[in-house]
């Protein structure tokens, strides 16, 4: 969705406690969040709860972050690498793409400026109203889907390309159904291009500051991070997989890992997002960007 990392101000990528700065208290308040808990979470509570709070948080979100996203601009993370720049979806004019997750989209209206059909789908009313919105600004309208990215309302075969910019990936229950959908929708030979928090972090608290350098959670551990309201109900559901679970559920959906991009941090660059600071980008790498190709069918 580019919203990139949904490092929303809580935890969005990792989970422990961010700076309460960077918190958008309102949608905790909206939703009653009360506590943080590691526990199971099946993917319809993770769907309801996700869609509840990326509409709860999405005034504030684009508030807080919308200049530094742009509206028509690709932003891959935190970091700051612009497709522009990197090229890793590659020639897309007079091709169809998909951005899974894509927020209020400005990265599906970039790719309608290089001469792309572009898609965006996202689970988030509030995210898509908002790219609507920016559609009309800018005069660069898209189509924009509401969906889960576990069950995408899309033909089989229909895109060249598939991307997403710290959208769905990380608040699915089952990142192989989600994969396994974009092979579904991706022509043989089409590029599926992802960028996640990078798993090394899920063992760092989530603070941008000298605490968030300190390993306090296991990194085997992929219990789901989990904020609850009082009862004990999900307001937001984050899960960490390690780098080998997405190179596995890649490969069982007919994806070739072509290449693994842990974008540096760049100098001169000082913005905070969450978890993301130079202090950390300066040790230990926050995005990890999996790049890869359905496979030919023989």
């Not at 509030?126 to 600004?137: D, N, S, T, V």
């Not at 189509?143 to 309302?153: F, G, I, K, T, Y």
């Not at 075969?157 to 990142?175: E, H, I, K, L």
């Not at 974008?263 to 978890?275: L, S, V």
Request: proline share 9%.
């Amino acid at each position: 969705m580019v919203t990139p990392p949904p490092p929303t101000p809580r935890t969005p990528p990792t989970p422990q406690t961010a700076p309460a700065a960077d918190r958008h208290e309102r949608a905790e308040q909206r939703l009653h969040t009360a506590g943080v808990a590691y526990r199971p979470v099946d993917s319809a509570e993770a769907a309801s709860a996700n869609l509840a709070w990326w509409d709860a948080d999405a005034d504030d979100y684009h508030a807080t972050h919308g200049e530094f996203l742009g509206e028509s601009d690709f932003r891959w993370c935190p970091e700051g690498l612009l497709e522009a720049d990197a090229r890793l979806l590659g020639e897309v004019r007079d091709t169809d793409v998909l951005e899974v997750g894509c927020g209020s989209a400005p990265c599906t209206r970039w790719l309608h400026t290089q001469g792309a059909r572009a898609v965006g789908v996202d689970l988030s009313g509030g995210m898509l109203r908002h790219g609507l919105a920016a559609g009309e600004r800018t005069g660069i309208r898209v189509p924009l889907v509401q969906a889960n990215a576990e069950r995408l309302p899309l033909a089989g075969d229909s895109f060249d390309t598939a991307c997403s910019a710290f959208g769905a990936v990380p608040f699915v229950a089952s990142v192989e159904t989600l994969f396994a959908e974009v092979a579904r929708v991706l022509r043989p030979g089409g590029r599926w291009v992802f960028a996640v928090t990078h798993p090394m972090r899920w063992i760092f608290p989530d603070d941008p500051g000298p605490t968030g350098l300190t390993a306090t959670q296991p990194y085997f551990d992929r219990t789901p991070y989990v904020e609850v309201d009082a009862d004990g109900r999900a307001t937001y559901v984050e899960y960490h997989r390690t780098m080998g679970d997405y190179v596995r559920a890649l490969a069982a959906a007919g994806f070739r890992l072509t290449d693994l991009i842990e974008p540096e941090w760049p100098e001169g660059h000082t913005r905070t997002w969450g978890q993301w600071s130079p202090l950390r980008g300066k040790l230990f790498p926050g995005t990890a960007i999996f790049h890869t190709v359905k496979e030919r069918q023989t």
